[in-house]
């Protein structure tokens, strides 16, 4: 109601204000009449008008004038201003016998004036108040009719009888209807012919937009349910974009699926936990699940495996040929796997025409991968490309490898590294991760190779193991490259050499590892060859592996031919293993490889149906307490100091 008060107070303040704007009109055009009439009327001359008009002229004035041309003078001067009129007619003057003598006669008359009258342009504003509708809805053609209006004086009924003060009409002169140019009921004003025009060309423009809108659905309903052609179809389908959305929404249906199980909508958290996924306190390891493909992976030998430095839940795993894979299939693949998902499709699937005997995450760059495969090729492969074959690869010439690639892995800091790789006819090659047509350098050891293993942070020296049961230290760089050492002491084949990877208070980093086919483990000291420290004994198979701990300096694993997975922590026991486990009880199932995950916790084994199985280990065994340096310092000496026959 106040917002209806304010807005009669305003319309009424227009309207009082208008009739003022009118007033000063009329008085305005009233003076311009009368600045007009008293221009029209002629003026009559003096005496001594004339008399100065004279003197000015030269002409001495006189007072001997006759006065009968004057009085007819003024006669004819009043009748003009009777009727208006001007004549060009001459002003007789007498003149005195000094005019006579007069060397020139001048004859003085009146002349016509032309006076011309514009009106000034005429300024129409346009108020929009005038045009707001009413809360009652639109208003209908005619006058002004508002309800509830509280000014009687300035109002009066529709219909000449008593007002209604529930609805007043305000009747507005015909002036104020020029000036507002608001129409009767029976139509015909400006301002409603203009109100009228554009409210239709603003509906014809609506109905335009509303045609248009509707045209755009019924394209945009007809391209959705268009029917492509069975070339387009495939065009589509083969298409980069296509396949590399297919491949990330997939991937993520899929893990929504698999870890459906995982959520539990009945969990109480005031209840006490459940200690279902707790070790017992005689369990030392237990398998949690295990990864497996049935047409890449089902049937191929696990020869490597490899952790993520940046994803720690990634796990690379190279597989050889199969021997009932279809024609079509690669001899060589390497899977990439999620810990976090383990019922899900692996990440990444990456192929060689050829099988890959090493593999492994470069360590300075996130998307690589490298490689060596069984003819010799350095493969690299990118992730953030949608293909699966590598991006680069070595060529097989002289002056790189021709003979299977077993060792493969990058060496140095982030601004200064390189990948090192050795094949089984004993050549050392040096490469840019970035750059594989040509090999930095390259060194010849002469040894069949089939393991290699750099000691932390020395990157000029490494130990490899060979087929001839020994391990050799080796050098670089320097004023002797090459062969430096020679460890002897396996009566078979050495299948895996590891440095002691822990930094803590005492340093380890001389300390390596060996396993052989002769079904030993054995401990060695870069600083003493050529006999091992000590050797670990209980197999009664093939030693295939054998990795130290990334957490513990004391603890390692071992797996072996017949499927049998050993941790061994040497602050406990030197004799026996400290666990032992057979994976599953499958006949002719041998573990292959074996990696620790970087938090030590966890285990990844290979075996050679081309299964991968992820074996958690008890936290009281794989973590480390803190006197553990120096009692593996005393278990050291102790070992040094057995009898040199039991080694």
Not at 24 to 37: C, N, R
Not at 255 to 261: E, L, N, P, Y
Not at 609 to 630: A, F, M, T, Y
Request: some cysteine; aromatic content about 8%; proline content about 5%.
């Amino acid at each position: 109601m106040a917002d209806r008060k304010a807005e009669l107070e305003k319309k009424k303040a227009k309207l009082e204000q208008m009739r003022i704007e009118k007033i000063k009109k009329q008085e305005l055009e009233k003076k311009k009449k009368e600045v007009s009439e008293s221009d029209s009327k002629p003026k009559v001359a003096s005496d001594d008008d004339i008399n100065a008009i004279l003197s000015g002229l030269g002409i001495p004035s006189t007072a001997s004038a006759t006065t009968s041309p004057r009085a007819e003078s003024e006669a004819s001067s009043e009748a003009r201003t009777e009727t208006g009129s001007v004549v060009n007619e001459p002003v007789m003057i007498e003149s005195t016998p000094s005019m006579i003598t007069s060397s020139k006669a001048i004859s003085l008359g009146f002349s016509k004036v032309a006076q011309t009258s514009i009106p000034p342009k005429e300024h129409i504003a346009y108020n929009k108040e005038t045009q707001t509708p009413t809360e009652h809805g639109d208003r209908e053609d005619g006058p002004f009719v508002y309800d509830t209006l509280q000014w009687e004086d300035e109002f009066h009924s529709t219909g000449g009888g008593p007002v209604d003060s529930r609805r007043l009409v305000y009747a507005l002169t015909s002036d104020e209807e020029d000036s507002l140019s608001v129409d009767t009921p029976g139509g015909g004003g400006r301002v409603q012919r203009e109100v009228q025009a554009a409210s239709a060309l603003a509906a014809e423009d609506m109905a335009k937009v509303t045609r248009d809108e509707r045209a755009g659905e019924e394209q945009k309903k007809e391209a959705r349910i268009r029917i492509l052609t069975e070339q387009e179809r495939e065009e589509l389908e083969m298409s980069e974009g296509f396949q590399l959305f297919l491949s990330r929404t997939s991937r993520v249906v899929e893990r929504t699926v698999t870890t459906r199980d995982a959520l539990d909508s009945f969990i109480d958290y005031r209840a006490d936990a459940d200690k279902k996924d707790a070790f017992d306190s005689k369990e030392a390891v237990r398998v949690t699940h295990k990864f497996v493909e049935e047409r890449w992976s089902l049937g191929r030998i696990v020869a490597s495996l490899d952790w993520s430095p940046f994803h720690p839940e990634l796990l690379l795993a190279g597989y050889g040929e199969n021997q009932q894979m279809a024609s079509s299939d690669p001899d060589g693949v390497a899977l990439v796997w999620n810990l976090n998902f383990p019922g899900a499709s692996p990440e990444f699937r990456l192929e060689e025409s050829s099988r890959i005997t090493s593999c492994c995450f470069v360590r300075f760059h996130p998307h690589l991968i490298v490689g060596g495969t069984y003819l010799g090729r350095i493969c690299l492969w990118d992730n953030r490309v949608n293909k699966h074959t590598p991006v680069q690869r070595t060529t097989i010439s002289s002056n790189a490898h021709t003979y299977p690639v077993f060792c493969a892995q990058v060496v140095g800091t982030q601004n200064a590294h390189n990948l090192i790789s050795i094949s089984d006819d004993g050549r050392m090659c040096t490469w840019t991760v970035d750059m594989l047509a040509k090999p930095i350098e390259t060194l010849e050891l002469q040894k069949p190779v089939k393991s290699m293993s750099l000691p932390l942070n020395d990157y000029n020296q490494l130990v490899v193991g060979a087929d001839d049961n020994r391990a050799y230290l080796v050098h670089r760089h320097g004023s002797k490259t090459g062969v430096q050492s020679t460890f002897e002491s396996h009566t078979g084949p050495v299948t895996s050499v590891h440095c002691h990877p822990v930094s803590g208070p005492v340093d380890f980093s001389n300390l390596f590892l060996t396993s052989s086919f002769d079904y030993t483990v054995k401990l060695w000291s870069v600083k003493e060859p050529p006999k091992p420290v000590y050797t670990f004994e209980g197999n009664i198979d093939y030693i295939l592996d054998a990795q130290w701990s990334p957490v513990h300096p004391a603890l390692f694993a071992a797996v072996d031919l017949q499927g049998r997975f050993d941790l061994w922590n040497l602050n406990n026991d030197t004799e026996m293993p400290t666990a032992t486990t057979w994976l599953e009880k499958q006949a002719n199932l041998a573990l292959k490889r074996v990696r620790w995950m970087p938090s030590g916790n966890t285990v990844a084994i290979g075996d050679n149906k081309g299964q991968v199985h992820i074996v958690d280990i008890n936290e009281h065994l794989s973590q480390p307490r803190g006197d553990e340096w120096n009692k593996f310092v005393q278990t050291v000496q102790k070992m040094k100091t057995t009898p040199s026959w039991l080694n």
